[in-house]
Nanobody, 123 residues
Framework: QVQLVESGGGLVQPGGSLRLSCAVSGSIFSINALGWYRQAPGKERELVATITTNGLTNYADSVKGRFTISRDNAKNTVYLQMNSLKPEDTAVYYC?????????????????WGQGTQVTVSS
């Protein structure tokens, strides 16, 4: 069993900052890519940022220069530092992990999602 637990969401004023965390636990041999996605009301879930095992990052154009994704491999945790927040950043933010659970079958990997954390940017 694998669990992804997000934290750090909340209400913030425009221009403010928040830091999201996602701790991965359970039956894990290794973790490949980690990422953050978001879903606003009435919209489809969209990619925010991803990070590979080696630290290569990818960002949605809408958050480039404002958000930073990072990971602590020793803690199996991924972070999203969000600065200069805008009302259009309001959404439920989901953590995503590509995980190899079984060391005896390293070619088998699965995708897992967290439960989501609400981020609201409003004055």
């Amino acid at each position: 069993q694998v669990q992804l637990v997000e934290s750090g969401g909340g209400l913030v004023q425009p221009g403010g900052s928040l830091r999201l965390s996602c701790a991965v636990s359970g039956s894990i041999f290794s973790i490949n890519a980690l990422g953050w996605y978001r879903q606003a009301p009435g919209k489809e879930r969209e990619l925010v940022a991803t990070i590979t095992t080696n630290g290569l990052t990818n960002y949605a154009d809408s958050v480039k220069g404002r958000f930073t994704i990072s990971r602590d491999n020793a803690k199996n945790t991924v972070y999203l530092q969000m600065n200069s927040l805008k009302p259009e950043d309001t959404a439920v933010y989901y953590c995503n992990a590509d995980i190899v659970p079984d060391r005896s079958r390293p070619y088998l990997h699965y995708n897992f999602w967290g439960q989501g954390t609400q981020v609201t940017v409003s004055s």
